[in-house]
């Protein structure tokens, strides 16, 4: 019978996974087995995610929680190996994609019975507008009907359970409209034994207790309505405490006075307002098809951790929840800024605004970002707008380079999203305005010390300090409740000396945990002995300082020394490794030399690694505290050598996770010395070089700022060049430029030669990539200048080979040529030669020299097979498909071309995914294969219209323009080509717009009345 069942379910939908109830495969009405435990855990998280990237941190945390094994990743791969294995052998059409930092399952939404639950209901809410709610209604019975149980049935993890609750809340909400749209259309009669099981079901589940209620009304039964009320009430006095709502209690009242307004209505129905904001109804499944294959929506989860301690504040937070969820349509963007003095939680309040409203009220995504507007380097909108666009999805190369322009981006891409975006610590309004969202359905919290006056439309919260009430819960959860209710007159009297400053606070109440023989009566003698420093207390930041001096004097020599010298990093976190470089201590346990700052609270933990270990922050206040201490106890030497040891551990680190993220080739090196953590540690974090450099990405930067400004040309400039792969990879141009613009100011103040010529030649590369030719000519022609006076041959002959690009972009064949020629000589190392064999084989192949071009592009193809290197693959098999297909092999060139496609899709790289997809269409049409070819074109204008590349988009419509007409459909070509004459507008694009616009010419319109 239950085979009977399940069959019956599966021909009903269709659907090849279920979630509406136990987590089901199926192919071709079969069961397909997924292993009990952990693979359910990860195959019900992609899928309740389906086209969204899940990261591997995410799936720990739902199999572990907080205490993961250290397989745990290694054990996440498998579960993921596996279940391909069983989803592969069963032919089950899905793909679960490694990306960066984590993965992605691809399944169409009418695969999966939640996909096809909020297809239908998404389809009756068109029907209701239609006036067809009959339909409507029959829609959503058959949504609801797809349910076999609670959602995830039996999958053992609370987090996905927690999610499961509100698909099934979904569940719930369709059931109460389909009710709602019958009532309405008098079918009492036949709904009250229906609704009876469903109070019985959800006895606290109001709306449903009203609609039978007007059931039975309208069923003359007026006594049992009643009697439901009567017995609701009872329950939730009972269970809860509380009265009904309003709404059943002025129901009660209209059936006791036999109000007319009960009578069925007479006009159209509406669905139930409460249900759209649930809803996220899936695409068609013909629709699907025509996504591009790497462009999943993004939805951006950058909040940080809530606090746990959170006290007070109540009326502010409903006062801020309020302005962000306003639902009029007359509303703007909803602005709250937090403002008040330093130490009063402006952050903290903001973090749990954010996330009270995140998942309710702002499910597309929420964005942050700390804009350090109390230091004298705040992050500029452009930087910020950088960093936004990225996490909406936009690859780094596709990020324009103008404010202008990122605002305009950013603004298109926050339109008809509902995002909240939290700003911290800016500024001033120039900081703000260019981050400011288009949209109404967006929300944007801001704090800052200033009060932002000129922010238009913006609703301001001034945070004071705590009362006495809300000061002593804050206390008591730090040193607990008892020891508070054991001292009530000393907690008071603490509380009225340090001002309730919740910073103050939270420092005294440390010293207090840590040293639990303390009584808090002797604290306050303590405080009494400072009458100076009480008196400063409620003055701002000098009484900050007063209340810090307190807990550093209490503090061990060694601790005072480091925290004086961890002021010297300038990221918002930095590792727990950075201690033992500071006090030039290898100890086997770094973290171990910070853990008494954090018991004291003069440092926090800031997160957790990817291998486990902690990661530390200070507040700014107790930054600026431990620098004063710094110029105060200790000598401009210990300083300096202090700066070099971190240097040192930094370019140590970079320099390996380089290697290991990038492959081991040439690099140019300086004489910085390095200062090595032990190998084991060092092993640890860079297991993943590559998200090593992400996670770091912030640190290094300032770093890199840092040891400039401070006169340590030789650690800037080797750790900004060493980076430079990493940010061309990832597309942070913002980042290459800010970190070699100051690298390159040092090394010129120190009249060091080497220096300025490899961060030249690196800008070189730079303005290459954003197609900055003369400043590219100008930077590569001073390194290749200073590296000749150096007599740096190899150094030489890389800025011979990126100058050959440079003239061939340019339209220089021949220089270009001569270039290459000279680069090769040059470089011995097979790597860096075999990147200039792929560079010149386009100018062999217009050279029609097809069997030169062919050997260079297997030599250089074979190199990078042997040293493991997939990006150079990927472009050394795309120039061989171009080969082909001048040579008339267009067999060969799918081949080559459709390899390399699928490197960079794996890799993660839309912009590659774009160009190859358009190479592709051409070899398809060569081939004769309009269809494919059509499909190609199509996806690569999919892609770059996702990424809002127009320029390139409209490069494929012209293509895809031209097969139209050759193949007579001249009304198709017309469209494409009229869209991309429009994209062409920009006058460097005017010869690309002047062909656009000579096929238009040529292109018959369409006639009168043809579709």
């Not at 001002?499 to 103050?504: D, E, I, Q, R, S």
């Not at 006090?583 to 486990?612: I, R």
């Not at 800008?763 to 900055?772: D, E, K, Y």
């Amino acid at each position: 019978m239950a085979t009977s069942h399940l069959e019956s379910r599966f021909q009903k939908m269709g659907a090849t996974f279920w979630v509406l109830g136990e987590l089901k495969v199926f192919s071709h009405q079969s069961a397909v087995t997924i292993t009990a435990g952990r693979q359910e855990v990860v195959l019900a998280a992609l899928l309740l995610e389906n086209g969204r990237l899940l990261s591997s941190d995410h799936l720990i945390r739902l199999l572990w929680g907080e205490d993961p094994p250290e397989t745990a990743r290694t054990q996440v791969q498998i579960c993921v190996s596996r279940i391909r294995k069983a989803l592969a052998s069963a032919h089950v059409e899905a793909a679960i994609v490694t990306r960066p930092p984590g993965y992605l399952l691809r399944i169409g939404d009418m695969a999966l019975d939640l996909g096809i639950f909020r297809s239908l209901v998404a389809e009756s809410r068109t029907l209701v507008a239609e006036g067809r709610e009959d339909v409507a209604a029959d829609r959503l019975r058959s949504a609801v009907s797809l349910w076999d149980g609670p959602c995830l049935h039996g999958v053992p993890s609370e987090a996905l359970a927690r999610a499961a609750q509100r698909i099934d809340e979904e569940r719930l909400a369709a059931t109460e409209t389909f009710l709602d749209l019958e009532l309405a259309m008098g079918r009492h009669h036949q709904l009250t034994a229906e609704m009876g099981r469903l109070v019985d079901d959800n006895p606290l589940r109001e709306r449903f207790r009203g609609q039978l209620m007007l059931a039975l009304h309208r069923s003359g039964r007026q006594a049992e309505a009643l009697e439901v009320y009567r017995r609701g009430r009872a329950l939730l006095q009972e269970e809860l405490g509380l009265e009904p709502g309003k709404d059943l209690r002025r129901l009660e009242h209209a059936i006791l006075t036999d109000d007319p307004a009960l009578r069925l209505p007479q006009g159209p129905v509406t669905l139930a307002p409460h249900q759209a904001a649930d809803e996220h109804p899936g695409e068609h499944a013909e629709a699907l098809e025509r996504l591009p294959v790497a462009t999943p929506a993004v939805v951006p989860r950058q909040l940080p951790v809530d606090t746990a301690d959170f006290v007070g504040h109540q009326q502010h937070v409903a006062e801020a929840e309020d302005v962000l969820t306003q639902t009029s349509s007359q509303r703007a963007t909803g602005i709250v800024v937090v403002v008040g003095r330093p130490g009063v939680g402006k952050s903290t309040f903001a973090t749990r605004v954010a996330h009270r409203l995140s998942e309710d009220h702002f499910p597309d995504g929420q964005l942050f970002c700390r804009l350090r507007g109390g230091r004298t380097d705040p992050v500029s909108p452009q930087e910020v707008l950088g960093r936004f666009l990225r996490a909406l999805g936009i690859p780094g190369p596709a990020v324009p380079d103008s404010l202008e322009e990122r605002a305009e981006m950013y603004r298109s891409l926050l339109a008809d999203r509902r995002i909240l975006v939290v700003l911290d610590d800016a500024a001033a309004e120039e900081q703000i305005l260019p981050l400011l969202p288009g949209s109404r359905t967006c929300g944007v919290l801001v704090t800052s010390r200033a009060r932002l006056t000129a922010l238009p439309g913006a609703h301001r919260v001034q945070l004071d300090i705590l009362q006495q009430p809300q000061s002593l819960e804050l206390i008591g959860k730090v040193i607990g409740a008892d020891r508070v209710a054991a001292e009530p007159e000393a907690a008071r009297a603490l509380v009225c000396s340090v001002g309730g400053l919740p910073l103050a606070l939270r420092i005294v109440a440390a010293r207090l945990a840590a040293r639990p023989h303390w009584s808090l009566a002797s604290m306050v003698q303590r405080l009494a002995d400072e009458q100076r420093r009480l008196d400063e207390l409620a003055h701002g930041e000098l009484t900050v300082r007063a209340s810090l001096s307190l807990t550093y004097d209490g503090l061990a020599e060694n601790d005072r020394r480091l925290l004086r010298l961890l002021s010297l990093p300038k990221g918002s976190t930095f590792p727990g490794w950075i201690g033992g470089a500071l006090l030039d201590d290898p100890h086997p346990q770094p973290s171990d030399l910070l853990e008494p700052l954090v018991d004291v609270q003069m440092l926090d933990v800031a997160g957790v690694e990817a291998d486990g270990a902690l990661r530390y922050g200070f507040h700014d206040i107790i930054r600026l505290f431990a620098s004063d201490r710094l110029h105060a106890e200790s000598q401009a030497a210990e300083r300096r050598a202090a700066l070099r040891r971190m240097g040192g551990a930094w370019l140590s680190l970079v320099t390996r996770a380089h290697h290991g993220a990038f492959g081991d080739y040439f690099l140019i090196a300086g004489s910085a010395e390095r200062w090595d953590l032990p190998e084991n540690q060092t092993r640890a974090l860079l297991a993943r070089s590559a998200e090593w450099l992400e996670s770091e990405r912030e640190s290094l930067s300032l770093v890199v700022e840092d040891l400039a400004q401070q006169g340590e040309d030789e650690y800037a400039w080797e750790i900004a060049v060493n980076l430079a792969w990493f940010y061309e990879a990832r597309g942070y141009l913002d980042d290459w430029d800010r970190t070699h613009a100051k690298a390159l100011a040092a090394v010129r103040r120190a009249n060091n030669l080497r220096g300025q010529a490899a961060v030249q030649f690196s800008l070189g590369s730079l303005h290459i990539n954003r197609w900055q030719l003369q400043e590219a000519r100008k930077s590569l022609t001073f390194a290749l200048d200073s590296f000749e006076k150096l007599a740096a041959t190899r150094e030489a002959g890389l800025c011979r080979r990126d100058l050959g690009n440079v003239q061939w972009l340019a339209g220089d064949e021949e220089a270009a040529l001569r270039l290459f020629d000279q680069a090769e000589r040059d470089l011995g190392d097979d790597w860096v030669r075999s990147t200039v064999l792929t560079a010149r084989s386009p100018l062999l192949i217009r050279q029609g020299d097809f069997e030169r071009a062919e050997a260079e592009l297997q030599v250089a193809l074979d190199i990078q097979r042997a040293r493991g290197l997939g990006r150079g693959q990927a472009r050394t098999l795309q120039r061989m498909g171009q080969l082909c297909l001048r040579r008339g092999q267009a067999h060969e060139a799918r081949d080559a071309l459709t390899r390399a496609l699928e490197m960079v899709v794996t890799d993660g790289d839309v912009i590659g995914e774009g160009y190859l997809l358009h190479d592709l269409g051409r070899v398809n049409e060569r081939l004769g294969l309009s269809a494919e070819a059509a499909s190609c074109f199509e996806k690569s204008i999919a892609v770059r219209d996702h990424i809002l590349d127009r320029t390139g988009a409209a490069a494929v419509r012209m293509d895809l323009a031209e097969m139209w007409l050759r193949g007579g459909d001249a009304v198709r070509a017309r469209a494409l080509l009229e869209i991309a004459v429009e994209a062409l507008a920009a006058p460097a694009l005017a010869e690309r717009r002047q062909r656009a616009e000579r096929m238009l010419a040529m292109t018959p319109a369409a006639r009168v009345g043809h579709v």
